[in-house]
């Protein structure tokens, strides 16, 4: 009988060698976590036959956890047990079904119930393992009984033969490209997770730099109280980039995409390149003079590029020489990418090189073999997001101790239409003041961004109405108040800020509405492509100049 893998997951340690003593008996593999971060790492690694969680941990809940496991398509059947050191109330049992679980156990945990428990669940999924295997051999048999049944010509098995090539070819074909689209999914599964978390981060620094920016206007004269509160600021500003990057890995930012140069994209930079590698490598270039214009947006192209050097000039503690070169590809057949045409842009150094299984996860965010300090782990995975989000891909390669070769496959201008820029802002003193107050409707679910984005419009002069949802705010529209103008969250749950702006539009067409979201997931159709929108954070500064454009807007169309 072979052993299967048994998850257990619990903050005490104590508690999951109580859990190992009494399961060691079964015969099973069992695996440990502390933490759900942990058992969701062993999750992506291994199959696990049955799931132990405790209820109450202290970062993140059972609950929480298993609901986590449930939305991963491998997991969506897999037996979760709640342990439980306090007594459950009905309402937390249902709770825990409904999360996914299958069963509970009550702590002091009798063994005997316990063992009993997991051998049911863990012989059944031994069982249904031993099913497919079964159904698998049959089908193994039927074909080879079809194949001896064929062979029984000549002109069968020469048929067969040839047959049999072919099957052999695509069955390479189907493994490599199994293998690229396993690895597609993980990367996107990690891309979901991290575009989540920057977004969630995103309305926390709204709230924190709105708050601090109305804060630094009414403090007095203090040359120690204005140097912290700017601190406080800087290190918000450093956090809204760090989810830029987060957001270009999960391929969630706003792109503007236009024909460049990349020659002279290349020798504007170069400058740049040759102070942060340093005295110690060299820089050599090998790029056609006729090379076709890519269709990417140059500003995240040089912050790639950046990316990539520093990653090589790392890679060469006592030197090097850094290659980068470009050239034209026509793609005819595609392997993850479109047909068409392309230009590889390829740096290469001459450093340490890595391994298969760093190769790997480089492409990963928060992967660094960079020692503490040294890097964030997001540089490469930046550049991976930029090249899926620009129609491209990323290509890696390496030799240990000879080396390693990043290849940015973008497409060429010609053969795709580029994305329609966004409205520039307009200056702030060619928007003419205000003759009145507005009176606005602020929407959104989190009520510290809404209380921030409330707070920068009265210190602007203007009144506010929240309201917590879209259903919330149509009631409020509908109602004798007048309003002058709504600003909407997108990402809100029941009905999106894009559904309400659709509404208003309709139901008030005169009302002008700004939609304003954590990372850029607004929809560009249905008549929503010229709607006024901010990204999030955002300074009082923007918020004033949108509302001016809002207000300048209306009054243009009246």
């Not at 392997?335 to 990963?364: C, Q």
């Not at 955002?538 to 807007?553: G, I, K, M, N």
Request: charged share 25%.
């Amino acid at each position: 009988m072979n052993p299967v893998n048994i998850l257990l997951v619990d903050d005490q340690p104590a508690k999951l060698l109580s859990y190992e003593v009494v399961l060691q008996e079964l015969g099973e593999n069992l695996i440990k976590a502390q933490s759900g971060r942990e058992a969701l790492e062993h999750l992506l690694r291994n199959e696990i036959a049955v799931i132990l969680v405790d209820v109450c941990m202290p970062e993140q809940d059972g609950f929480e956890l298993v609901s986590m496991i449930r939305e991963h398509p491998r997991y969506q059947h897999t037996a979760i047990i709640f342990v439980s050191a306090v007594m459950m109330a009905e309402p937390d049992r249902l709770r825990g079904y409904a999360a996914g679980a299958v069963d509970y156990v009550s702590v002091p945990i009798v063994p005997d119930v316990l063992r009993a428990k997991v051998r049911v669940f863990a012989d059944l999924y031994r069982k249904t393992r031993e099913l497919e295997r079964l159904n698998a051999d049959l089908e193994d048999r039927v074909r080879e009984r079809t194949a001896e049944l064929e062979a029984s010509s000549k002109q069968l098995r020469q048929l067969n033969e040839e047959l049999e090539e072919r099957i052999e070819q695509r069955t390479r074909e189907r493994e490599e490209a199994l293998a690229q689209l396993f690895e597609a999914q993980k990367l996107d599964t990690i891309g979901q997770l991290t575009g989540g978390v920057a977004h969630d981060f995103n309305n926390l620094l709204m709230a924190v730099l709105g708050s601090l920016n109305l804060l630094k206007k009414r403090l007095p004269v203090d040359d120690k109280s204005e140097r912290l509160v700017a601190n406080a600021i800087q290190a918000a500003e450093r956090g809204a980039a760090l989810t830029q990057r987060l957001l270009a890995f999960a391929r969630r930012q706003e792109l503007k995409p236009q024909a460049v140069d990349f020659a002279e994209l290349f020798e504007n930079i170069q400058d740049l390149l040759n102070k942060a590698l340093g005295p110690g490598v060299d820089i050599r270039k090998h790029i056609p003079p006729r090379l076709p214009p890519l269709l990417v947006d140059s500003n995240q192209l040089e912050l790639a590029l950046l990316n990539l050097f520093v990653n090589a000039r790392d890679a060469m503690p006592g030197g090097g020489t850094v290659m980068v070169s470009a050239e034209e590809k026509d793609v005819s057949r595609p392997g993850g990418l479109t047909a068409g045409r392309y230009v590889r842009i390829s740096v290469s150094d001459t450093g340490e090189g890595m391994d298969e299984a760093t190769v790997t996860r480089a492409a990963e965010p928060f992967f660094t073999t960079k020692g503490p300090g040294k890097g964030t782990g997001l540089g490469l995975s930046m550049v991976h997001g930029l090249a899926a989000q620009s129609g491209g891909i990323l290509d890696l390669s390496s030799i240990k101790g000879e080396g390693t070769t990043v290849s940015l496959w973008l497409p060429v201008a010609e053969n795709i239409v580029a994305a329609p820029p966004a409205p520039e802002a307009i200056p702030q003193d060619s928007v003419p003041n205000l003759p009145h107050a507005l009176n606005v409707l602020v929407v959104d679910d989190d009520p510290l961004v809404s209380l921030g984005t409330s707070a920068m419009l009265e210190d602007l002069g203007h009144l506010t109405t929240e309201a917590s949802s879209a259903a919330a705010a149509l009631e409020i529209l509908g109602s004798p108040q007048r309003f002058d103008l709504v600003i909407t969250d997108h990402s809100m749950p029941g009905m999106t800020g894009a559904e309400l702006a659709r509404l208003i539009i309709s139901a008030y067409p005169g009302l002008p509405v700004i939609l304003a979201s954590g990372y850029a997931e607004l929809p560009e159709d249905h008549g929503l492509s010229e709607l006024l929108r901010m990204t999030k954070p955002f300074t009082q500064e923007q918020l004033q100049t949108v509302v001016h454009r809002a207000v300048a807007e209306r009054a243009t169309a009246a």
